[in-house]
């Protein structure tokens, strides 16, 4: 089955780009590259540690982004929409589909079209958790990752 991706990204570059001079010099800059990225996966592990939290985060983000760009629908809607609604928060999760749906992005984007299927499952929250569990299990087959416990949604 030929899935498109979603996309589900939080936070940005750390550090700019590195110049290659030596090895030495490289080898001290990817060090020095790699704890930063431990640093900030801890940090983003602490954040997201719970469904609740990481809805709150999602909602922040996504109106802030929706504030500072709202001719732009993003990823960062959809996500904050499916995290509502994971959590019981259906009005918020509708409002944030509804952003994406009302936006002025291409009708037929895969965007558009995941926002629109939990869009009508936004008032039935066992209904939106099953297919939010779908969507893990179907991006995760093509990249060859381990099962995945749905039961953790």
């Known amino acids: ?41 801890r940090r983003l592990a602490a954040m997201f540690s719970s469904l609740p939290d990481t809805a709150e985060i999602l909602l922040e983000q996504a109106r802030t982004e929706a504030r500072q760009a709202p001719a732009h629908p993003s990823w960062m809607l959809y996500n904050a929409g499916v995290a509502a609604g994971l959590v019981g928060r259906n009005d918020e999760a509708a409002e944030m589909f509804g952003r994406v749906l009302n936006g002025p992005g291409d009708r037929t984007s895969v965007l558009h079209l995941k926002a629109e299927r939990m869009s009508n499952l936004a008032s039935d929250a066992a209904t939106l958790r099953q297919e939010a569990a779908s969507t893990i299990v179907q991006q995760r087959e093509p990249l060859r990752l381990s099962p995945w416990d749905a039961s953790q949604l």
Do not use: H, K, N, T
């Not at 899935?3 to 550090?15: Q, Y």
């Not at 590195?18 to 800059?29: G, I, R």
């Open 1 to 41: 089955m030929d899935v498109a991706p979603i996309s589900f990204d939080f936070g940005g570059r750390l550090e700019g780009f590195e110049e290659y001079l030596s090895d030495e010099q490289f080898a001290v800059a990817v060090a020095r590259l790699a704890d930063r990225a431990a640093d900030g996966a």
